[in-house]
């Protein structure tokens, strides 16, 4: 008798480590699928970032480009500014010139 109750209360042990055991293996699986859940996440997140973080550079490229662009279409009107002032200097200069040859051969001007 005291050795059924011995096998008894071994059975007993075995059987709630086995439904330990299981519990436990249970539990692991679980955690598994949360962290692999967690993981994907997080490349999922890590992808996301990269995205963003590659149209603000490109924006910033394009900003920088337009930029340029924008002072170089500047400095292309203000070089053609210049010019017209300096062409319209030669032009009232040459008038000048032109008015005071009239004068100097006795054309009268007003």
Known sequence: AENEKMQASKLEESVELNNSAKSMAKERGELEKKLKKANKDLDDLKQEYEERLEAL????????????????????????????????????AALNDSIEAMRQRGVKIN
Do not use: F, G, I
Not at 66 to 88: C, G, N, P, V
């Open 57 to 92: 550079l490109n924006d910033q490229k394009l900003t920088k480009a337009s930029q340029a662009e924008m002072k170089r279409k500047l400095q292309e009107m203000m070089d053609e500014k210049e010019k017209a002032e300096e062409a319209h200097m030669a032009s009232e």
